[in-house]
């Protein structure tokens, strides 16, 4: 009985980390997303955040994004953050990148 409550609580734990990974995943697949539509858009992004959704594998993911600077005038800094939420309270996914000024 001892065993088979030890294999329970493993594979519990398994099935935890999984679900756990594909969020993750799916949540970068959607950042990564944002900015190659950003990318192809050929714009630059101000310093307040631009707010979005996208559907992907059946759920809705909210994203948002903004420009910073940086210590080049050539470049600016763009963060993307994607939630489950609407509220952007919980933060799954997160990337930054660069992007050259007109």
Same mark, same amino acid.
């Given at each position: 009985a001892t065993a088979g409550l030890a294999v329970m609580k493993v594979a519990t734990e %398994?099935? &935890?980390?999984? &679900?756990?990974? +594909? +969020?993750? #995943?799916?949540? %970068?697949?959607?950042?990564? %997303?944002t900015l190659v539509e950003l990318k192809a858009a050929d714009t630059v992004p101000k310093k307040s955040w631009r707010t979005g959704k996208q559907e992907l594998a059946g759920r809705e993911w909210y994203w948002r994004y903004k420009g910073e600077s940086t210590t080049s005038s050539d470049f600016v800094a763009v963060t993307v953050e994607v #939630? #489950?939420?609407?509220? *952007?309270? *919980?933060? =799954?996914?997160?990337? =930054?990148?660069?992007?050259l000024r007109k």
């Open positions: %398994n099935i &935890s980390s999984l &679900s756990y990974l +594909e +969020e993750k #995943t799916f949540a %970068n697949w959607v950042a990564e %997303n #939630t #489950t939420d609407a509220a *952007y309270k *919980y933060r =799954v996914g997160y990337l =930054v990148t660069y992007v």
